[in-house]
């Protein structure tokens, strides 16, 4: 008896965690970093594709196209995003890019987490 009852509090457990949006974070569309190819025909029909790695960083190289705004900088430059179209969000590895896009989210964009910069090649 005990084990069928802690098993029905764990399903309703992860239940509720879902239902509230403590799951898996959400990349705007669905869960986790979006398909490159998806990406891809996102800006090439007008998506403004973000880059919120640091200053250095973009120096280094950065994705064609892309406008740089540095995570630790977004909630005061958010006016800057246009909000007419969605938005492509990448970083270096994928981290600062899933934080920017709920960000983003939170704020009533259109947020799509691509995650690292080399997934844009895949």
Same mark, same amino acid.
């Given at each position: 008896?005990?084990?069928?009852? @802690?098993?029905? !509090? &764990?399903?309703?457990? *992860? +239940?509720?965690? $879902?239902? /509230?949006?403590?799951?898996?974070?959400?990349? #705007?569309?669905?869960?986790?970093?979006?398909?490159?190819? @998806?990406?891809? !025909? &996102?800006?090439?029909? *007008? +998506?403004?594709? $973000?880059? /919120?790695?640091?200053?250095?960083?973009?120096? #280094?190289?950065?994705?064609?196209?892309?406008?740089?705004?540095?995570?630790?900088? &977004?909630?005061?430059?958010?006016?800057?995003?246009?909000?007419?179209?969605?938005?492509?969000?990448?970083?270096?590895?994928?981290?600062?890019?899933?934080?920017?896009?709920?960000?983003?989210?939170?704020?009533?964009?259109?947020?799509?987490?691509?995650?690292?910069?080399?997934?844009?090649?895949?």
């Amino acid at each position: 008896m005990f084990q069928a009852r @802690e098993t029905l !509090a &764990l399903l309703l457990a *992860g +239940a509720l965690s $879902l239902a /509230v949006g403590c799951g898996t974070p959400s990349s #705007g569309a669905g869960s986790g970093p979006m398909a490159p190819a @998806e990406a891809h !025909a &996102l800006v090439a029909s *007008g +998506a403004t594709l $973000l880059d /919120v790695r640091t200053p250095g960083e973009w120096a #280094g190289g950065h994705i064609a196209g892309a406008v740089l705004v540095p995570v630790g900088e &977004l909630d005061a430059r958010l006016s800057e995003i246009p909000r007419d179209h969605p938005v492509v969000v990448y970083c270096a590895s994928g981290v600062r890019s899933a934080s920017a896009t709920r960000t983003l989210l939170a704020a009533g964009f259109d947020a799509h987490d691509l995650g690292g910069m080399s997934r844009w090649d895949q």
